[in-house]
């Protein structure tokens, strides 16, 4: 098992990393808009927490691939 | 002349952070009349307070000095722990985990898995984030004390006084109010610090690029986010799945002093925004820690620094311009004392109702329960400062605290997981999955394992536990479980009245 991970190349990391963040990007995108602004007093667009969500994971992405 | 120009300089502007913080703290103390006020600021934070808060809770003068002699050794895989090790699980606590814990109204997160498992939980997470907190006080008041001296040469007693004096007395008349408000002032300060430090450096290289360029060229090593399998300290499987899977969903679901903002929020909508907004602020972290290592490892010539964690030292010292060093050292204090503040602040909170108010004194009036948060606030104080000297003297103290509280992180967010997402697991299922997974965590630290991969392991071990204990032991009632599992989050009516019933006993 130790052999089998030594062999596995480092940008399969970022790979992994990447994935991580795509697959989260997607759930949070199928979060019912309802249950996402609950409790707020406005509907603006800014209180979409989807969107703040979205480009947290956007820099994150940028971030692993330049380093 | 010219440098003791600098260290008055830098005396005046200590002191006028001491005085400023001590005075705007203070102005809070009128909005606190009961227990809600005082623990949970009255329920009435907005997003942005509870979003700066949290990261001037999370950020201390250890985290600053640690870092940065981290990416001084390792490079920008120190990072992780602000990226990785941070954003994501942020985002799962604002959207899944925060709301539950809001909606329920609790004061703490033991309080909740109490409520969601059985008491047995609740005490056995009350008495060790208790312990571990008050622990922390003595520690962070020795590291204040010790900063001063070495940066202005106070005496240790008298900067561990002086820090107590002007930390403890907002927290105790102000609450979580004045901790969260001067949280945000505290990091509005460690920012500008950082982000002068970074000019300097870069102006130093010659710009930005110049910088990357003269690093990339010298220790390609430093710039790689994710290193070998056989690096000590930061393998890139123990990142993923011990950091980024366990640690960091442990740290931002299930840690008081951070949760304990969220609680505090005027509005579902502001609970979540306030921990998704955090991660804003998160993210520019490296700027603070990383640069600092980074500069040291370029600027710094050989010899000058023997052990990584001078790194960060050296630029204040030597690096710095007369005057920035002196901000930069405001920032350090501000980082520790908005740790410092919110310790006191969870640890009272945690003592009073899960173990007080539980146990020894039930039925008292709130005006009975906020005297005695007060008075324990106070209490912990004197506690800490007496305590600080003896960190110096057994400096495995602080090791063995942090390696005592590893051993439930990921126990604790594999029941909480569990007890949130799956509705069969039961109260014995949480109860001996916790118990097993601190157990595998013991043994496997006995072995050396690295602790990445000990957070892992215990993490599924206590899934396991759990998911064998709830299937073998009766379903809980779905009256019990309303509201605070995912299947039983029913429509506001009936949920609201679930709580209403839970809270009258």
Redesign the interface.
């Known amino acids: 098992m130790g052999n089998f991970?030594?062999s596995i190349p480092?940008y399969w990391?970022?790979i992994?990393?990447g994935s991580?963040?795509a697959l989260?990007a997607i759930w949070?995108i199928t979060?019912p808009r309802e249950y996402?602004?609950?409790?707020?007093?406005g509907k603006g667009k800014w209180?979409d927490?989807r969107i703040?969500?979205i480009i947290?994971?956007g820099?994150?992405i940028f971030?692993?691939i330049i380093? | 002349m010219k440098e003791l120009f600098a260290q008055h300089i830098d005396v005046f502007l200590v002191v006028v952070y001491l005085l400023s913080i001590f005075a705007f703290g203070l102005l809070f103390k009128k909005f606190v009349e009961n227990t809600e006020d005082y623990f949970l600021a009255g329920r009435a934070l907005p997003w942005w307070v509870i979003g700066m808060s949290i990261i001037g809770t999370n950020i201390g003068a250890y985290d600053y000095i640690g870092a940065a002699g981290g990416a001084y050794r390792f490079g920008i895989a120190q990072a992780n722990y602000e990226w990785l090790g941070a954003i994501p699980a942020m985002i799962i606590s604002a959207l899944v985990i925060v709301p539950y814990y809001w909606k329920n109204k609790v004061y703490t997160v033991p309080e909740f898995l109490g409520k969601r498992y059985k008491e047995g939980v609740r005490v056995i997470e009350a008495a060790i984030y208790g312990i571990f907190l008050v622990m922390l006080l003595g520690i962070f008041f020795w590291a204040s004390g010790i900063m001063l001296h070495t940066y202005l040469g106070w005496s240790i007693s008298m900067s561990i006084v002086i820090t107590a004096i002007v930390v403890g007395v907002y927290t105790i008349t102000g609450g979580l109010a004045a901790v969260a408000i001067t949280d945000v002032v505290q990091l509005g300060i460690m920012f500008v610090g950082g982000f002068a430090v970074a000019a300097v450096g870069f102006i130093k290289a010659g710009g930005v690029g110049k910088f990357f360029e003269v690093l990339r060229a010298a220790h390609p090593q430093h710039l790689k986010i994710f290193l070998p399998l056989n690096n000590p300290a930061y393998p890139w499987l123990g990142m993923i799945l011990g950091l980024g899977l366990v640690l960091s969903p442990a740290w931002w679901c299930a840690n008081q002093s951070i949760i304990q903002r969220t609680l505090g929020a005027r509005s579902e909508w502001d609970a979540k925004a306030g921990m998704m907004f955090a991660a804003f602020p998160k993210t520019l972290i490296p700027v603070l820690v990383v640069l600092p290592g980074f500069f040291a490892l370029t600027f710094a010539p050989t010899g000058a620094i023997h052990n990584p964690d001078q790194a960060l030292p050296w630029v204040v010292k030597s690096f710095l311009p007369p005057g920035l060093g002196g901000l930069v050292f405001v920032a350090f204090i501000a980082a520790l004392h908005s740790s410092v503040d919110s310790t006191l602040n969870s640890a009272a909170t945690l003592w009073t109702k899960d173990i007080y108010q539980k146990y020894i004194k039930k039925a008292a009036s709130d005006k009975h329960y906020l005297l005695f948060g007060r008075i324990l606030t106070f209490a912990f104080i004197i506690f800490g400062v007496i305590f600080a000297p003896f960190t110096d003297k057994f400096p495995g103290i602080y090791v063995a605290m942090q390696t005592l509280l590893s051993f439930f992180q990921g126990p604790t967010l594999a029941t909480l997981l569990l007890g949130v997402l799956w509705w069969r697991s039961t109260g014995w299922g949480g109860l001996w999955g916790l118990v097993a997974g601190v157990a595998s965590a013991v043994t496997l630290s006995i072995f050396r394992v690295n602790f990445l991969y000990v957070a892992w392991w215990s993490f599924v071990i206590s899934l396991i536990i759990n998911f064998i204990v709830s299937l073998a032991t009766p379903s809980e009632p779905p009256e019990k479980l309303r509201g605070l599992v995912y299947k039983y989050l029913e429509k506001d009516s009936q949920f609201a009245e679930a709580v209403k019933r839970r809270l009258n006993g």
């Open positions: 991970l030594r480092l990391a970022k992994i990393a991580l963040y989260l949070v979060r996402i602004y609950r409790g707020t007093p209180r927490l703040w969500a947290l994971i820099i994150q971030l692993y380093f």
